[in-house]
């Protein structure tokens, strides 16, 4: 008597979240979680941190600019420490978050809401960190050249509305994704196992990840409401390459 074959096991896309991975995917998804605590999540404290100095005035933040800028091999580490590894993880990203699913809408757990907006909130952090670079490192002005013109060169970008709203969104989305990002590291590396460890260590990333935030935002107010008329070139008496003014703000829409 015939026996019916047994079917052959349904392949399912993507990795449900806290899983690794096998084979080569375990060593691609580890180096992307890695590289998202080290360097750029390192380096994302560090730019808010120096960042927090325009709540001290645009002298200070300029010096801040100067001093990052005087680092032994800056333009060496800029690429190797900030710039490669960024894409890297910007998009292996975009692969997880394509062959991935999402079924909050079926099974609406806290850690399937995660999965989701860990994307959402990295997609959003990409499109702002690409255009943030951009206008800010490479075009108009140039700031290591410069420094005393950066914070009004900020300040007149968020002369728009609009751009002050994509910074704000962009500050809360990227604080999110790094806070959420540090949780599932722990979680994956085996840092925290268990339910009770891992619960007690949302507490940890949900207030870095809150105090961060805050320091941003705080920084947003004092380039724009906190400074409101002071002279472009903070740093008259330091020897610049300086443009004789900046270009005018754009309008508001």
């Known amino acids: 008597m015939a026996t ?6 349904t392949k399912i896309r993507g990795v449900q979240p806290l899983r690794a991975g096998t084979g080569h995917s375990f060593f691609w998804r580890r180096l992307h979680s890695l590289s998202g605590i080290v360097p750029i999540g390192a380096f994302l404290i560090e730019h808010i941190v120096s960042n927090y100095e325009t709540w001290n005035g645009p002298a200070a933040y300029a010096k801040q600019v100067v001093f990052l800028n005087g680092l032994p091999l800056v333009r060496v580490l800029e690429w190797a420490f900030i710039f490669i590894p960024l894409a890297f ?3 292996y990203g975009i692969f997880i978050a394509i062959r991935g699913r999402s079924n909050v809408d079926v099974y609406p757990w806290a850690g399937n809401f995660g999965y989701l907006m860990q994307r959402i909130t990295g997609i959003i952090a990409l499109a702002y960190i690409i255009q943030h670079v951009w206008r800010q490192r490479f075009a108009g002005v140039s700031l290591p050249e410069c420094p005393g013109m950066a914070f009004a060169k900020v300040q007149h970008e968020l002369h728009n509305p609009w751009m002050l709203a994509i910074y704000v969104i962009a ?3 990227t604080c999110w994704h790094f806070a959420y990002g540090i949780w599932l ?5 085996g840092i925290t196992p268990g339910d009770k460890a891992r ?8 207030a870095g990840g809150t105090a961060l935030c805050l320091m941003g935002l705080l920084s947003i107010y004092a380039v724009v409401w906190k400074y409101p008329n002071h002279p472009e070139n903070a740093l008259p008496n ?5 443009p004789a003014a900046l270009p ?4 508001a829409p």
């Open 4 to 9: 019916a074959a047994t079917p052959a096991p």
């Open 248 to 251: 005018a703000p754009s309008p």
């Open 185 to 189: 590291f722990a979680a994956k590396w």
């Open 171 to 173: 500050m809360i989305a």
């Open 199 to 206: 619960k007690r260590f949302g507490y940890v990333c949900t």
């Open 238 to 242: 330091v020897e610049q390459h300086c």
């Open 89 to 91: 993880h910007a998009l």
